[in-house]
């Protein structure tokens, strides 16, 4: 069946990519009043959501790029949910050739930053509003409130954010979604966002592997444990999937279903942006990289399979206090998250700054709190600290989380510890709490590798005690001191 000519300008706006999050937003949209043109390069998949979702809204099907433009109102809001990479070039051109100035291209896929900020500054000189916006949530969150990360122009936020915020998820009453920054902006924090989620998928996975190891509890009881955290300032998203995953028992088998699946863990990519990034930006985000790297470790077969039943040399658990120790791991948990959520924000901070950003961490905090996987109690403490000390260098510096952090100290060693003298890897908490360390640290060995690039390649040092760069002259018998 083909689709029939559409009515030129009777759309509020449009969706082309008629996949599962396309359809979904789509969905949204026009469940909230908005009239939604919507396209696919195969014209099947629009004919399928016509047919099986046509009674939800204002839907205006089109059969060509040529309708589907032709069919918005003007000035032009055109969202492209594809995959991330050649195709949104390619419907980015296809959507361009047809527009004119003052329209809006919005792109809503995973796309990276820089990818956005190229395709920003080419559509603007040709007039056009480019958009690269982060939508978080999944499948579920695009149909019934997502979290949204518009970046691109404030002219371009003016006509699309009453759209999106109507559509985002509702928390207390305000929208998640808030314009974000220029150009690339949105589409990097929803990259960091995903980063933070490993890391916070990690710490849980942590603390329920501490739990089984040393306590020999059951996925089961581990859930009861969790369910308990989650009624605590550990609430969140990702706890009580967790709660879902250890309760549930595998038919065949009748064993906890964490049991049968595999234990090498995939990713998409998002993880390892953060990581890249961050490197390029010099902000060390330890927690969010372990967790990357302990994904990759995880689906290292080849080395996992050589390096089995290695001798540990570990003691074996003997812990008495077994109340003591689920409230020990809980700290440990919510110390070593704040420090991976803090580097998160230290990488979003130091890109606003490379990229001239104005970025509110304290918003994007709140608009983190609903609709996207790492919403969180947490969340609503981390807009507060933002919103007191917008230049807050490091989330531990703010009264509450600092107080939380020493609280949770003696407990954070002891797991740590504990988890190395028994065998058990904890990259997340280890890393996170010598994080915490060398933040702190008075002095650093950095100052011996100074004198080591300085040594073996005239790097050049700074000194304590005076201004300017040295250099010893380390080749000569006096070993004197230079001015470089
Ligand atoms: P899902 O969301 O269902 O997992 P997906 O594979 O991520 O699906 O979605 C891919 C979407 O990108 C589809 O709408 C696809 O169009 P087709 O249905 O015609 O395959 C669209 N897409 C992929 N490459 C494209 C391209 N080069 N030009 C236009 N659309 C493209």
Not at 179 to 192: E, L, Q, R, S, T
Not at 326 to 332: G, I, L, M, S, Y
Request: hydrophobic share 45%; glycine share 10%.
């Amino acid at each position: 069946m083909a689709l029939a000519t559409p009515s030129p300008s009777s759309a509020d706006i449009g969706v082309t990519g008629m996949g599962v999050m396309g359809r979904n937003l789509a969905r949204n949209l026009a469940r909230h009043g908005h009239t939604v043109a919507i396209h696919n390069r195969t014209p099947a998949k629009t004919e399928a959501v016509m047919a099986g979702h046509a009674h939800e809204g204002a839907f205006v099907p089109a059969e060509t790029m040529d309708d589907f433009v032709a069919s918005l109102s003007s000035p032009r809001v055109a969202i492209i949910m594809v995959a991330a990479g050649a195709a949104t070039d390619a419907v980015i051109d296809e959507l361009a050739a047809r527009m004119d100035e003052g329209d809006i291209i919005v792109d809503c896929g995973n796309s990276l930053f820089s990818d956005t900020r190229r395709r920003e500054a080419a559509l603007r000189e040709r007039g056009l509003h480019f958009v690269g916006c982060g939508v978080s949530g999944g499948e579920e969150g695009a149909l019934w409130g997502p979290s949204i990360m518009p970046g691109g122009s404030v002219d371009a936020y003016r006509r699309l954010g009453p759209m999106f915020e109507s559509i985002a998820a509702q928390v207390d009453g305000e929208p998640c979604c808030t314009h974000v920054g220029a150009d690339g902006a949105g589409h990097f924090v929803k990259m960091v966002h995903n980063g933070i989620e490993y890391a916070d998928m990690q710490v849980i996975g942590e603390a329920y592997d501490l739990l089984r190891r040393a306590l020999g509890l059951t996925p089961a009881e581990i859930a009861d444990i969790f369910a308990d955290w989650n009624t605590g300032d550990l609430d969140s998203y990702l706890m009580e999937v967790s709660v879902e995953v250890l309760r549930q028992v595998d038919a065949p088998t009748g064993r906890p279903l964490v049991d049968v699946i595999v234990d090498a863990a995939g990713q998409k990519g998002t993880g390892s942006w953060t990581v890249q990034t961050a490197l390029d930006l010099g902000v060390p985000v330890t927690g969010i990289g372990e967790a990357t790297f302990a994904r990759g470790l995880s689906s290292s077969a080849p080395q996992r399979e050589a390096a089995r039943g290695f001798e540990g040399g570990a003691e074996p658990w003997a812990i008495d206090d077994r109340e003591a120790f689920v409230e020990d791991v809980r700290r440990a948990l919510y110390a070593s998250k704040l420090v991976a959520y803090s580097q998160g924000f230290n990488e979003i901070q130091a890109a606003a700054e490379a990229y001239g950003w104005d970025i509110d961490l304290g918003e994007l905090a709140r608009i983190w709190r609903g609709g996207c996987i790492i919403r969180a109690q947490f969340l609503g403490e981390i807009t507060r600290a933002y919103t007191a000390a917008p230049e807050l260098p490091l989330l531990i510096a703010d009264d509450y989380f600092h107080d939380k952090v020493l609280a949770a100290l003696p407990s954070w060693r002891r797991v740590v510890s504990l988890s190395a003298l028994h065998g058990v890897p904890v990259p997340v908490f280890s890393s996170s709490l010598s994080y915490y360390d060398a933040v702190r640290a008075d002095r650093l060995p950095a100052a011996l590798i100074q004198g080591q690039r300085d040594y073996f390649g005239a790097h050049t040092y700074r000194r304590t005690d005076r201004d300017g760069s040295f250099h010893t002259l380390w080749a000569t018998p006096e070993r004197a001191e230079v001015e470089a």
